[in-house]
């Protein structure tokens, strides 16, 4: 049996490209990879392009390729996640969520007023599908608001769709 297992210099050069970082091109692959799959904001694809990028430099140069060929776009991605994430969630959650990915207050405002001026119309439509109808006693009415409230509606929109407990509970 030949002996090109026993040197060490042999079997780094099998072994070939999977033992070294990737740049250039690849990393520009595994970019629009990412990217073909789903929508990312920048700030995600660069937490997960930069173990594979050798210099920081070049990562960023590919990230500014990417918008400048509107490969990737943070507008796009908040747009989408929000239009994913209105028919189930209230506007506090989805921005709670857009900023875990990286985005600043400043990018949403125009999709946060979107958000705003539909709020009551889509808490209503997650409240007839989970209940049956308005509460019949405080407890019922708190165990709706939590429900509504857990999805990020926020307790002013949640007081129009369920009234005043007070006036509800009688004794």
């Known amino acids: 049996m030949p002996d090109v297992f026993d040197k060490d210099d042999a079997f780094e050069q099998l072994a ?17 990879g990412f990217l073909s799959r789903r929508e990312h904001s920048r700030i995600e694809l660069e ?13 960023k140069r590919i990230l500014d390729d990417l918008e400048r060929e509107q490969w990737l776009s943070d507008t796009r991605f908040a747009q989408g996640l929000a239009h994913r994430k209105a028919s189930l969630q209230g506007t506090a959650r989805i921005m709670q969520e857009l900023r875990q990915h990286g985005l600043a207050d400043e990018q949403l405002e125009q999709l946060r007023a979107e958000l705003q001026s539909t709020e009551v119309q ?11 109808g308005p509460p019949g006693d405080v407890k019922e009415y708190a165990r709706q608001f939590r429900f509504l409230a857990s999805r990020g509606f926020s307790a002013n929109c949640l007081r129009q769709i369920l009234g005043d407990p007070n006036d509800d509970s009688t004794a």
Do not use: I, M, N
């Not at 937490?47 to 990562?59: G, Q, W």
């Not at 889509?122 to 049956?132: D, H, I, L, P, T």
């Open 16 to 32: 070939g490209p999977q033992g070294k970082k990737k740049s250039g091109l690849s990393l520009k692959a595994r970019a629009v």
């Open 47 to 59: 937490r997960k392009l930069a173990p594979h990028a050798d210099d920081p430099a070049e990562l």
């Open 122 to 132: 889509r808490a209503r439509q997650v409240w007839e599908k989970k209940f049956s």
